[in-house]
T-cell receptor, first 112, second 114 residues
Framework: SQQGEEDPQALSIQEGENATMNCSYK?????LQWYRQNSGRGLVHLIL?????REKHSGRLRVTLDTSKKSSSLLITASRAADTASYFC????????????FGKGTKLSVIP | DTGVSQDPRHKITKRGQNVTFRCDPI?????LYWYRQTLGQGPEFLTY????????KSRLLSDRFSAERPKGSFSTLEIQRTEQGDSAMYLC????????????FGQGTRLTVV
């Protein structure tokens, strides 16, 4: 099974700035998902983008998907201190695979 | 609370002891996943159930690990003869029946083997 790889591994920004993190993968996908994890807690689903979609919005989140480049990006606009967390991309690889795999994540720190 | 719940939240055990964790998924979800997460890493897939059938197991799941989901409801993950390398957060997630949907995670069980 494949997993996505997030970039950068860590990101530190000031409150109010935008944060962009990227995810690259290697083979075909049905969809790609982004999750957030606050320190020591469980993961929370943020957004799912299907392989036939190019962009999706949810509140201050914007996700893009470029299947030709096998990459996705997550943009958080007007960041807040509460956005401090680790962000993971996750994907199911191929038909019949129920294995939802995660990358190592991007650790975002938003400084008040 | 209708989310995924895990019990216990924390477990400290001595090396060589057996431990068992429980996961109660969202009631209408027939898919259930177990993951292991160590510090600074993403969750690593361990195993997957569709109803009561265990359909996928990771190579990470050695013969000291066993998981069950009797009657397709709650699930248990047992680790026998624990080792210090088993120290990690064990996460459970559930999802609806269609492949490719979002997964809902519990808060995890943090295992420390001393």
């Amino acid at each position: 099974s494949q997993q996505g790889e997030e970039d950068p591994q860590a990101l530190s920004i000031q409150e109010g700035e935008n944060a962009t993190m990227n995810c690259s993968y290697k083979t075909s996908i049905n969809n790609l998902q982004w999750y957030r994890q606050n320190s020591g807690r469980g993961l929370v689903h943020l957004i799912l983008i299907r392989s036939n979609e190019r962009e999706k919005h949810s509140g201050r989140l914007r996700v893009t998907l470029d299947t030709s480049k096998k990459s996705s990006s997550l943009l958080i606009t007007a960041s807040r201190a509460a956005d401090t967390a680790s962000y993971f991309c996750a994907l199911y690889s191929g038909a019949g695979s129920y294995q939802l795999t995660f990358g190592k994540g991007t650790k975002l720190s938003v400084i008040p | 609370d209708t989310g995924v719940s895990q019990d216990p939240r924390h477990k400290i055990t001595k090396r060589g002891q057996n431990v068992t964790f429980r996961c109660d998924p969202i009631s209408e979800h027939n898919r259930l996943y177990w993951y292991r997460q160590t510090l600074g890493q993403g969750p690593e897939f361990l195993t997957y159930f569709q109803n009561e059938a265990q359909l996928e197991k990771s190579r990470l799941l050695s013969d000291r690990f066993s998981a069950e989901r009797p009657k397709g409801s709650f699930s248990t993950l047992e680790i026998q003869r624990t080792e210090q390398g088993d120290s990690a957060m064990y996460l459970c997630a559930s999802s609806r029946g269609t492949a490719g949907t979002e997964a809902f995670f519990g808060q995890g069980t943090r295992l420390t083997v001393v």
